[in-house]
């Protein structure tokens, strides 16, 4: 109930604070004879480490995996798979300055709120990089998934909007820029922001946008556990994520019921996708597609007022090496949390009939 | 498993079909003591029953719960609160031409895909009718979260956008009018498109925004389970939403981080709330805001060419008195699951310290 | 949380008092497709109810269940199924007595020291009419079971204990005798104890012996959920209960290991069944066979010395009609838990491998 | 639902192999603010290590926990409490004569039949190693329970029964001896049986009586968590455990009503506690006190015939260092398993009353 589990069949469990020994997790529930590509999981922690390109933040971990049980000769035992990533970066004297301070727009206060103590180092357990375990998970989800593609891509950065869908662009390209945006052209406008915003001391928002193809008809399930509503809880339970929508989502709602409706091909496929591939929370075949707002960190350069736990104002400054733009390194992680909520569902699937 | 329960330790089960005997459900984990206002309950249930106004469905359903157990005296025992509405409206002749027929932008095809039958009256489970449980549950929560209090109301319909923030309006004002917009004159207007778009056989989609006051800090899990990520799933499992934000927003994702910080005060109270009363997923006692976006309802009166289950074309007419909007009904339905989640969680930061 | 649900993937909740309006549940997560015998269901029922015979209490209570949802001309939908057992009896005057007594072994005192209220008539939550809704679900369990059969029987009453091993017994005699023991002559010796102790206005207990059959291999969790772990909760949760043992059991403790090891024959059965068809919790295909202990009824006829909610001495004596021997109507009982675990893991068993 | 979770609101995740690189977990839902004693871990841990005396295991292996997150300035912190434990004992050639052998009695064949694949070095996660970790969990959780204490003992080796109470024993002289039985005559007779028994090469059951003090009224959940149910639940989870009685337990169904019911005091305590602490599922105050049955272990160093997976027969013969009798490091897991059941309990009895 404390909420450090995500997922009912395929159950991912994840511990750690950003500046304690090592962060890792517990899946459990992954079947049995999964043969696992283990680069392929490093590989997507790679996509979200820090340091890996001038618009992200310039720490350096290398956030290798270890994986301690439920596999045996490279195959998946039915086992519960427990991994860490150990911290190598436990400088805590970095953070003596926030003992006693509450950042604005972090979660320093309503730790202390919640708890009555609060692990200050790099934010402990309200860090992001709790998210590199859901990675790991993720990355494991996506090899249970099989033929079902998740690909995720940076659609907004600030202003900077990506004006097409996702069916008009390539997305086997979106890691080629650091920003992962896959329209070269605006992608370069993007970095270019991010640099000029890091430069100023300041960060910027953005927004993620996922698609998930080759979905059998039939996962999800009707009432509470939506499809989508599971969705949406696994993208709002990212870090500084703000808002969800999927298929027509926002839009939709200034529209008209005959514009909307999804009219049928013979084939039982759909002739738009409004529906953004799920309908009355069960998929129907056709690719789902969701959009995922982030807000700028709130770690800035520049000077700010703030309050200490004595309520005492004073003048803050964000020291370190700190994502001006969440966004790039965000991408994998929509990812992972789309193939956890997917797995479940897949497993949950197999006991809908008899 | 199957998605029929909500919340963790204040716990709603479900079940019904639109059609069969009777809908209910089973509230689990309401502390014993709680004097319940049974009025009260059956009010909230009235503002989202069919027939109130001439903006709504003009199905006849007097939607009276009945309670079974867990009330002793008007009190709650602490034993499982199990209740009923009994379905008046029952004829199942009205749904023999959609018995094979799948619907655009409907369940029908969905739960055939799913479980390879389907209670096909009146949409089965799929109906919204499912949510009147939640209303009765919500009524409940609302009166355990005493002086906390949700308000949502209709913030747009169509492209009507209700443009001030919620707290320059009178939410007290919401239900005085038919489709619960506290602003007199938009309100005027909006009811104005929505018989428009009745007339032509049409229906419209919307917007309901909800604003929590007076939450005590500290409420939220602050990683999978985070308040507002429990809120979005909450609001995504509603018939119909296609979006949920809070706080800033989508909005906030366009901001820099310098313009988006939340400053504080010395009394720990925040001079802007762009983060929406939740910061690391914990409440921090300033107004929690959110807004869910509704597409439009699917059944519209015009005919539509659909297919049926052997994927033969067919043009198909929406019969009966469907909601040419489904906003307002929709107010109390995203109180009540606001309601759920926040009581859900009161009772689960008991345990957060020792 | 508050424990009124058991099983994960076949989900039952339940909720009712003795004397409220009715008791129900609902079953969340039946597979759709199947064709539900409604009698059988109630036949179960009818093995359970009061006043079947002049053995267990003479109380009059048709116990009819009616189903509510999530069953279509006659097929379960995979939606939940709700049902409700009216409650015919609701006379309260009868224990008007009780309202602030506290009898001996019941769970007056408890609930009061747990929830600071009860509802006192006629044990409230706590009587064991609430497993009236678990034959319900377990008679429907009994079904998704298909082959797999599940057998009770009284094994003892008070000292008379049945000294032969289950497969030395005919099991389809045991719904010949009232007393539900499948040896003709110790039947009579038991139903003679029996009627001896109600005439002396006491109550003796005894245990109920089950046998599960056709097992497939491979059912159960290896951990925490091991299947004979869930048995022993699923037994311990009946009322009156007070031990669980399965295979050897409480004599198992006192063997040696190379006696007490099942040697394999060549087609994997075993030679003996020690292990009672269980092996690291994971059953192995042999016969499933467990003996459960009930408590003597606490309530009895004879004057008794009790204390009252101001802890003032009084003396109390059992009025009404209550089961001299809780035995014979807890076999459909503990073989409707039985049902309900095997359900379960059967749904669970269908995600253990890719 | 893999079944590798024990507990609702304190909740233990394990993971980990016999011969893995490590077995670990985490823990989920521990209240922030608890002071912890980390060498009071570390002692139950090496109460339940190989190798601690003549009558266990000679296998060496030191067992030393390591925390990775949750506690900060040792104060928990309200996050997971990840721990592991390094296996130093990986040799994996042990055990390449059972990679494709069915050891009688062991879970290596179920293991197969569930999920077709098996990690055969040592037990994998079959082996009793895995319950090192609730060793872990269960020494913090006494810490939580505070003034509760838990005191297990060896009350009987084979046909050596202490036939005392456990009020007749001094608990404080449990661990005087290697056999954990506080009497030090009859420790002595069940020693020589054990090093008898572990020279013939064979291996013997026994069982483990718990007693659990200074516990509040009102815990427990009354219908299916009762407080006992979570116990048994937890006792039949500990490898090799064939059966559970609480209070007047077997004995108890062969009693009168009359006898067996236990009378108030004017205080509210009873004068007999037949009930074993516990009334309708609820803890009343009283000694809550219940015996757990062993089978002997299975690894005999007698030859035995047995098949392998191509069902052939064969003969083979324990190897290496087992316990001849896993009582007395039973004793610890025994006391860890109600620990957990108990401050789980005590969580969720926070929610009880408004």
Redesign the interface.
Same mark, same amino acid.
């Given at each position: 109930?404390?909420?450090?589990?995500?997922g009912?069949?395929f159950?991912l469990?994840?511990?750690?604070?950003s500046h304690?020994?090592?962060?890792?997790?517990?899946i459990?529930?992954c079947?049995?004879?999964?043969e696992l590509n283990l680069e392929a999981i490093q590989h997507d922690l790679d996509r979200r480490k820090p340091g890996q390109s001038n618009i992200v933040t310039q720490r350096k971990e290398s956030d290798t995996v270890?994986?301690?049980?439920?596999i045996?000769e490279g195959?998946?035992?039915?086992?519960?798979?427990?991994f #860490?990533i150990v911290n190598e970066n436990q400088k805590s004297r970095d953070y003596s300055h926030i003992k006693e301070t509450?950042r604005?727009?972090?979660?320093d206060?309503?730790?202390d709120?919640?708890?009555?103590?609060?692990?200050y180092r790099g934010g402990?357990? @309200?860090s992001a990089r709790?998210t590199a375990c859901r990675v790991v998970a993720g990355a494991i989800a996506k090899q249970?998934l099989n033929n079902i593609t998740i690909q995720a891509y940076t659609s907004?950065v600030?202003?900077l909007h990506l004006n097409t869908t996702y069916d008009q662009l390539d997305l086997s390209t979106t890691d080629d820029t650091a920003v992962r945006c896959p329209d070269a052209a605006m992608a370069k406008e993007m970095t270019h922001k991010i640099l000029e915003?890091r430069k100023a001391g300041?960060?910027?928002?953005?927004?993620v946008t996922c698609v998930i193809k080759n979905v059998p008809?039939?996962?999800?399930?009707?009432?509470?556990?939506?499809l989508?509503?599971?969705?949406?809880?696994?993208?709002?339970?990212i870090?500084a994520v703000?808002?969800?929508?999927?298929?027509?989502?926002?839009h939709?709602?200034?529209?008209?019921?005959?514009a909307?409706?999804?009219?049928?091909?013979?084939?039982?496929t759909?002739q738009t996708n409004?529906?953004?591939g799920? #309908?009355?929370?069960? @998929?129907?075949?056709m690719d789902i597609y969701f959009k995922v707002?982030?807000?700028?960190?709130?770690?800035?350069i520049?000077p #700010?007022?703030?309050?200490n736990k004595a309520?005492?104002?004073l003048t803050m400054q964000g020291k370190g090496r700190h994502d001006p733009c969440v966004v790039p390194r965000a991408v994998p992680i929509v990812e992972s949390m789309a193939a956890l909520v997917l797995a479940d569902h897949l497993?949950?699937?197999?006991?809908?009939?008899?």
């Amino acid at each position: 109930m404390a909420g450090n589990s995500f997922g009912t069949l395929f159950k991912l469990t994840t511990y750690g604070e950003s500046h304690g020994i090592a962060i890792g997790g517990v899946i459990d529930g992954c079947p049995a004879g999964l043969e696992l590509n283990l680069e392929a999981i490093q590989h997507d922690l790679d996509r979200r480490k820090p340091g890996q390109s001038n618009i992200v933040t310039q720490r350096k971990e290398s956030d290798t995996v270890q994986f301690l049980s439920g596999i045996f000769e490279g195959v998946t035992t039915g086992t519960p798979i427990g991994f #860490q990533i150990v911290n190598e970066n436990q400088k805590s004297r970095d953070y003596s300055h926030i003992k006693e301070t509450y950042r604005p727009s972090h979660a320093d206060k309503t730790y202390d709120d919640k708890y009555g103590i609060r692990d200050y180092r790099g934010g402990g357990r @309200s860090s992001a990089r709790e998210t590199a375990c859901r990675v790991v998970a993720g990355a494991i989800a996506k090899q249970l998934l099989n033929n079902i593609t998740i690909q995720a891509y940076t659609s907004s950065v600030g202003n900077l909007h990506l004006n097409t869908t996702y069916d008009q662009l390539d997305l086997s390209t979106t890691d080629d820029t650091a920003v992962r945006c896959p329209d070269a052209a605006m992608a370069k406008e993007m970095t270019h922001k991010i640099l000029e915003v890091r430069k100023a001391g300041d960060t910027i928002g953005g927004t993620v946008t996922c698609v998930i193809k080759n979905v059998p008809a039939g996962l999800g399930e009707p009432v509470f556990d939506k499809l989508h509503a599971d969705l949406a809880k696994a993208m709002l339970s990212i870090n500084a994520v703000k808002g969800f929508e999927y298929g027509s989502g926002f839009h939709g709602a200034t529209m008209n019921g005959s514009a909307h409706n999804d009219l049928y091909n013979e084939d039982g496929t759909t002739q738009t996708n409004l529906s953004g591939g799920i #309908q009355g929370g069960i @998929s129907n075949g056709m690719d789902i597609y969701f959009k995922v707002a982030f807000k700028p960190v709130a770690t800035v350069i520049q000077p #700010q007022e703030t309050i200490n736990k004595a309520g005492e104002k004073l003048t803050m400054q964000g020291k370190g090496r700190h994502d001006p733009c969440v966004v790039p390194r965000a991408v994998p992680i929509v990812e992972s949390m789309a193939a956890l909520v997917l797995a479940d569902h897949l497993l949950r699937a197999r006991t809908s009939k008899i």
